[in-house]
């Protein structure tokens, strides 16, 4: 439904060189925009203090990384299938906050999750760009990216939507 194939995966598996050794930029960006968000900042704010949780913030972001460098892999397995569907438990109040501890919001809110594909990969652009690689190469590498995220965050999707309905 996507239109994702084997040049989304080519294009994907290139921008790994472009984007690994940028991968702590990047997060830099992406922090940045949620941080100004504060609906989105929210989602990290212990709801005792009603601050930024900082360790919860810092091991997201590890995780986030990695998560850059597993897009860019594009490695369509089982365990990649697994991780995509806990990463949507760990966005979904059944399992928010529980790897790390945290005490902030419960539940992302489902609104939240397809809308942010739009700054995940309108971001990356800069960075894939900044290599010289020709326009034709970097706008497929985005385009790869764009469809990426999309899958991803439909699986993502998994906990919220009501059994038999996926």
Known sequence: AALFGADDVAALRRSKAILEPRVNDILDVWYGFVGSKPFLLDQFTDRSTHQPD???????????????????????D????????????????????????????A????????????????TLRPFLEGTGEPSSVVDAMQDAWRKSVLLQVTLWSFPYIVEGDF
């Open 54 to 76: 900082a360790d919860y913030l810092a091991k997201v972001r590890v995780r986030f990384g990695q998560w850059i460098l597993d897009s860019a892999e594009a490695q369509y």
């Open 78 to 105: 089982e365990t990649w299938l697994r991780w995509q569907v806990e990463i949507g438990r760990r966005h979904h109040r059944v399992g928010k906050n529980k790897t790390d501890g945290a005490n902030a919001t």
């Open 107 to 122: 539940l992302v809110p489902f609104s939240y999750l397809v809308p942010l594909a739009q700054p995940i990969v309108q």
